[in-house]
């Protein structure tokens, strides 16, 4: 985390090798330019849907990262680490598979939102044109495995509803497997109604699996007149993703004007649509929490979730076992003062 000093690197991230079978997207109107800028059941829109490549597009370099993310498809590896020192990072809006291949993105930069929104939905179950920042902006029907994240800082201030992460903002559908996330800083300055922050990712639903983060969180709330729904979790921050044998290290600073939901592992669990949640069946398995979150409910009509694994949980609907914590929930009481770590100085890798 970001209260100690750190080291650079010594020496690259050993390789895993994994196996290269190309997934195909699932997309609609995989043949024809969609417009648009929304997510809406099983169609990416605003994005052109090209066909998944049968091979994947290897990557050595900064600069073919970022000539892929100019792709809205496909099936791509990393090959080696690749530090984007010095680069601005814009949020990915991606539906396909991407293969860390045990490798490491360093030093990642964002400051920026997503082009494209998803729909998200607050306890109440209303609706929201949601953006996303992080390494991905929008992951859509996506499988992201073996890749690694250190010393990522995303920094993002908005009025619009929107969700930070450092692998994804928003997540529909998509599976994150077998990462490590270490040294990494989110931000989210925000007056809007809903947003939040997330250690893996934002906002949705998918799978979770063999994941290693330690990250510091950020939530800043700038519009004291509106009750937002604010949502910070040390996996995701809100939907229904599941969990399973995930190692969280949290330092998370929340000051909110409106309804805060807090967890070590997820913000609000709340299975979305309404009739899926009449059936579905989740699981949050093996996983392990340690720190703490820090934060301020500033409201009378106070909620003031936060608890080690869920802050709020609206869907009873999932299996649950083998969870242990070292967490504490930290509230403070004077409002005036907006609740920032105590920076040292940056990794660098």
Same mark, same amino acid.
């Given at each position: %985390?970001?209260?100690?000093?750190?080291?650079?690197?010594?020496?690259?991230?050993?390789?895993?090798?994994?196996?290269?079978?190309?997934?195909?997207?699932?997309?609609?109107?995989?043949?024809?330019?969609?417009?648009?800028?929304?997510?809406?059941?099983?169609?990416?829109?605003?994005?052109?849907?090209? &066909?998944?490549?049968? +091979?994947?597009?290897?990557?050595?370099?900064?600069?073919?990262? =970022? +000539?892929?993310?100019?792709?809205?498809?496909?099936?791509?590896?990393?090959?080696?680490?690749?530090?984007?020192?010095?680069? +601005?990072?814009?949020?990915?809006?991606?539906?396909?598979?991407?293969?860390?291949?045990? !490798?490491?993105?360093?030093?990642?930069?964002?400051?920026?939102?997503?082009? !494209?929104?998803?729909?998200?939905?607050? $306890?109440?179950?209303?609706?929201?044109?949601?953006?996303?920042?992080?390494?991905?902006?929008?992951?859509?029907?996506?499988? =992201?495995?073996?890749?690694?994240?250190?010393?990522?800082?995303? +920094?993002?201030?908005?009025?619009?509803?929107?969700?930070?992460?450092?692998?994804?903002?928003?997540?529909?559908?998509?599976?994150?497997?077998?990462?490590?996330?270490?040294?990494?800083?989110?931000?989210?300055?925000?007056?809007?109604?809903?947003?939040?922050?997330?250690?893996?990712?934002?906002?949705?639903?998918?799978?979770?699996?063999?994941?290693?983060?330690?990250?510091?969180?950020?939530?800043?709330?700038?519009?004291?007149? @509106?009750?937002?729904? &604010?949502?910070?979790?040390?996996?995701?921050?809100?939907?229904?993703?599941?969990?399973?044998?995930?190692?969280?290290?949290?330092?998370?600073?929340?000051?909110? !004007?409106?309804? @805060?939901?807090?967890?070590?592992?997820?913000?609000?669990? %709340? =299975?979305?649509?309404?009739?899926?949640?009449?059936?579905? &069946?989740?699981? @949050?398995?093996?996983?392990?929490?340690?720190?703490?979150?820090?934060?301020?409910?500033?409201?009378?009509?106070?909620?003031?979730?936060? &608890?080690?694994? %869920?802050?709020?949980?609206?869907?009873?609907?999932?299996?649950?076992? $083998?969870?242990?914590?070292?967490?504490?929930?930290?509230?403070?009481?004077?409002?005036?003062?907006?609740?920032?770590?105590?920076?040292?100085?940056?990794?660098?890798?």
């Amino acid at each position: %985390m970001f209260n100690k000093s750190y080291i650079k690197k010594a020496a690259a991230i050993a390789a895993v090798i994994l196996a290269a079978t190309a997934l195909p997207v699932n997309m609609a109107n995989a043949d024809t330019q969609t417009t648009g800028s929304t997510v809406t059941g099983s169609t990416l829109t605003g994005i052109t849907a090209n &066909q998944a490549a049968s +091979e994947y597009t290897e990557i050595r370099t900064a600069s073919e990262l =970022v +000539e892929a993310a100019k792709t809205a498809t496909g099936n791509y590896k990393l090959m080696t680490d690749v530090d984007m020192t010095g680069i +601005e990072w814009t949020p990915w809006d991606f539906s396909g598979t991407f293969d860390g291949n045990g !490798h490491s993105i360093l030093n990642l930069s964002v400051k920026t939102v997503s082009k !494209h929104t998803m729909m998200t939905y607050d $306890g109440n179950r209303k609706e929201y044109e949601t953006y996303g920042s992080g390494f991905f902006g929008v992951l859509k029907d996506s499988k =992201v495995t073996g890749l690694n994240i250190y010393g990522a800082r995303v +920094e993002v201030t908005s009025t619009e509803p929107c969700f930070a992460a450092p692998v994804a903002g928003l997540a529909d559908n998509s599976d994150i497997s077998d990462c490590i996330i270490k040294d990494t800083y989110v931000s989210l300055t925000d007056s809007a109604k809903m947003w939040g922050t997330g250690g893996i990712a934002g906002f949705g639903s998918g799978n979770l699996d063999n994941i290693t983060t330690d990250v510091t969180l950020v939530c800043v709330d700038t519009d004291a007149a @509106v009750r937002d729904e &604010q949502f910070m979790g040390g996996a995701y921050a809100a939907g229904f993703l599941n969990i399973r044998n995930c190692s969280i290290t949290i330092d998370g600073y929340d000051s909110d !004007h409106g309804y @805060v939901h807090d967890g070590g592992l997820v913000g609000m669990y %709340m =299975v979305y649509p309404l009739e899926l949640s009449k059936t579905y &069946q989740g699981e @949050v398995l093996n996983n392990k929490v340690k720190g703490m979150i820090t934060f301020f409910e500033d409201n009378t009509d106070r909620r003031a979730y936060c &608890q080690a694994n %869920m802050g709020e949980v609206m869907n009873w609907t999932y299996a649950y076992s $083998g969870f242990t914590s070292d967490f504490k929930r930290n509230e403070t009481y004077d409002y005036s003062v907006t609740l920032l770590p105590e920076m040292c100085s940056n990794p660098s890798y």
